[in-house]
């Protein structure tokens, strides 16, 4: 037995690790894509349905074999359809890796934390007073889709204006703003629901639209509950609660890579975990 495990490895080549490797981590990374996705529910569907085709050959069911191999092949198809949404995920996920990436903000570090601040300053008061909002920050994924939903404001950010535009009965209450850079591009914008089945009952419109936008781009949602003032953040799909401003401020060095990149992806790690 010993020889026959000496004899398979003498064939083993480093690429054969490094090949196995590779598909391991795509396959892990595939997983992440599509868990508390719909995909789970409908890879479940094709696993079933594979194995009936598999069953109805073995068992000479022929006609039955025949009509399943053929609704396969065509299948092929539909499942680019139905997995529409999760591919272009992945191949945004893609595109948006360091390799092809430069730099991520054309501001300077102050700029950046002008902007932190005032982002955190809103984000506070809106909270105390228990007002609604749903701050949408651009990353490298293009947003203008959901801006041509909204009013455009175009204006440079601060509290005060963010704090305006959510004042309850006004005409922009309502709906997403969406900010790049330093700028508040529009408000009252609308954006797509998140599609995770596993989501509480108890999180609201803003809370499963900031999902929603994370889930499609690598933006990052800030929220504030109308009910309870709750501060939140949404990134990648998932959602981190109940937070301070001091903790949200470090959440927005991690995003905008200010100070010490390690001790705030720690940090942000510790919030999802």
Wanted: with cysteine.
């Amino acid at each position: 037995m010993s020889l026959q495990i000496i004899e398979l490895f003498k064939g083993f080549r480093l690429m054969d690790l490094l090949d196995i490797a590779i598909v391991a981590y795509v396959s892990y990374k595939a997983i992440q894509l599509i868990r508390g996705t719909r995909a789970v529910q409908l890879i479940r569907g094709i696993i079933v349905f594979v194995v009936f085709t598999k069953l109805s050959e073995w068992l000479g069911l022929y006609t039955i074999h025949w009509l399943l191999k053929n609704a396969m092949t065509v299948g092929v198809i539909a499942l680019l359809v139905v997995f529409q949404p999760e591919l272009r995920r992945a191949l945004e996920q893609l595109g948006r890796s360091r390799f092809f990436s430069s730099s991520l903000f054309g501001l300077g570090e102050e700029e950046l934390s002008f902007l932190i601040d005032n982002l955190a300053q809103a984000a506070e008061e809106l909270s105390k007073n228990k007002i609604g909002a749903l701050i949408v920050l651009e990353r490298e994924t293009g947003l203008n889709e959901y801006i041509e939903t909204g009013i455009k404001i175009e204006g440079y950010l601060t509290a005060e204006l963010l704090i305006n535009i959510f004042i309850p009965n006004t005409p922009l209450h309502d709906g997403a703003v969406i900010v790049r850079n330093d700028k508040v591009m529009a408000a009252g914008c609308y954006l797509p629901l998140t599609e995770n089945p596993n989501l509480s009952k108890e999180l609201g419109t803003r809370h499963r639209a900031a999902l929603g936008v994370t889930e499609q781009s690598d933006a990052v949602a800030i929220i504030v509950s109308e009910e309870t003032g709750v501060i939140s953040v949404a990134r990648e799909g998932k959602l981190s609660r109940y937070l301070d401003v001091k903790t949200l401020k470090n959440v927005l060095k991690e995003v905008y890579q200010i100070g010490d990149k390690k001790t705030n992806f720690l940090h942000w790690r510790r919030l999802n975990g």
